[in-house]
């Protein structure tokens, strides 16, 4: 039997990705965001893979419970909708933006994942992908709460497998570093050209490679779990340490 993944943010980037390369694999998707058009406009496109969409957004914890809560026989989550919004220093950061990606990034993927795992509980079997991000360990100047927010997701991964011990599903938090999508558009809040600027002359990570990352995960032997994976493009790295001199 096909098995199923539920994609969260499959209207975009990384989420789409996955929702097309995991039906050309043969999967079953429901896919989750809340621009309910490109869910349908993905329904046309993959049509037979597409079990279900759900127009949702991940900060209502209502709608997430109502929606998800009762889903049955899932084999994938992946936490993967998420978003940083500016990258302006802590003391200047407009503070409704900082609690967006708290309860997008943190809230939402706990709702999520709350709301799927007892029918993974239930069944003994399941996986859980989270999306976090270099960001999550590398710190950088205006990385302040979204780093943050990733860090969570780094930490939640790993306190999950230890509560998860003996019930048969997996978890794994991918850390991707740069990558092509509309990631920096919802950053710089539409400025296409700044959003540009941050791939231009460099080779970036696609949404494609994230999408043939998060199918290796899920198709180890069922014995084995991938904690967690970095991955970054070629053409980015760290820096030595910033010394201020007066
Ligand atoms: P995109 O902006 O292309 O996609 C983000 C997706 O998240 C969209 O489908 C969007 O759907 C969804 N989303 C955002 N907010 C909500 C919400 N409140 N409820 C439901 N869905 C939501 O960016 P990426 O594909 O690059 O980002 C995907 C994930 O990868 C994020 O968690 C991001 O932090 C992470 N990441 C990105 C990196 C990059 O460089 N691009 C690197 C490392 C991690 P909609 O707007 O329709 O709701
Ligand atoms: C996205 C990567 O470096 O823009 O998570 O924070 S970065």
Not at 138 to 150: E, F
Not at 182 to 199: I, L
Not at 217 to 239: F, K, L, S, T
């Amino acid at each position: 039997m096909a098995k199923t993944i539920l994609i969260t943010g499959a209207t975009s980037g990384f989420g789409k990705a996955c929702a097309e390369y995991f039906a050309a694999q043969g999967w079953q998707l429901i896919l989750t965001g809340r621009r309910a058009e490109r869910l349908e406009q993905l329904n046309a496109q993959l049509e037979t893979a597409v079990r279900q969409i759900i127009p949702l957004d991940v900060r209502d914890r209502e709608q997430v419970f109502e929606q998800l809560g009762s889903l049955d026989n899932i084999d994938v989550l992946l936490n993967n909708a998420g978003l940083a919004l500016g990258l302006e220093p802590s003391w200047k950061v407009n503070i409704d933006d900082w609690e967006t990606m708290v309860d997008t990034n943190i809230k939402g993927l706990m709702y999520c994942t709350r709301a799927l795992l007892p029918q993974m509980i239930k069944r003994d079997s399941g996986h859980i992908v989270n999306i976090g991000s270099t960001a999550g360990s590398w710190p950088y100047p205006g990385g302040n709460a979204y780093g943050g927010t990733k860090a969570f997701v780094q930490q939640f991964s790993r306190n999950l497998r230890a509560d998860l011990l003996g019930h048969n599903v997996r978890v794994t938090n991918l850390a991707p570093g740069m990558a092509e999508s509309e990631f920096s558009e919802v950053r710089f809040k539409g400025d296409v050209e700044q959003a540009a600027k941050v791939y231009q002359g460099t080779e970036a990570l696609l949404p494609q490679d994230i999408a043939e990352a998060v199918f290796w995960i899920v198709n180890r032997p069922a014995h084995v779990n991938i904690n967690a994976i970095e991955m970054m493009p070629v053409d980015q790295a760290w820096g030595p340490f910033s010394i201020n001199r007066d």
